[in-house]
């Protein structure tokens, strides 16, 4: 290869750190936006379970159905939040045992 010119297979070349050192904002974003894509698929998923699945139909039911007072619609939303929070510890912990099988040795 002509020395100059770039190509695909040059993306994995020993010159890789060289690059990134000279143009060190480059190099972040290089390797930090697969891993924004990454949560942001976990963050939506989330989301739209906490406001989706729990938040509007409990909100729904306790005020249309159940006649109860505006504030079940804020305490909807908390339980949405709470139940959120606990299906974001559990897919944690499942990818973590997942990645590392000997983690849920140590907790067991």
Known sequence: ??????????????????????????????MAAPMMAGMAVHTLLITGFRVLIVGIPLAYAVVLLLDAPIEAVWASALIGGMCSTVLSFWWVRRLVWKADPTARATIE
């Open 1 to 30: 290869m002509v020395e100059g010119t770039s190509s695909q297979s040059d993306a994995r070349s020993p010159n890789r750190l060289d690059r990134f050192l000279a143009a060190p904002k480059r190099a972040v974003w290089t």
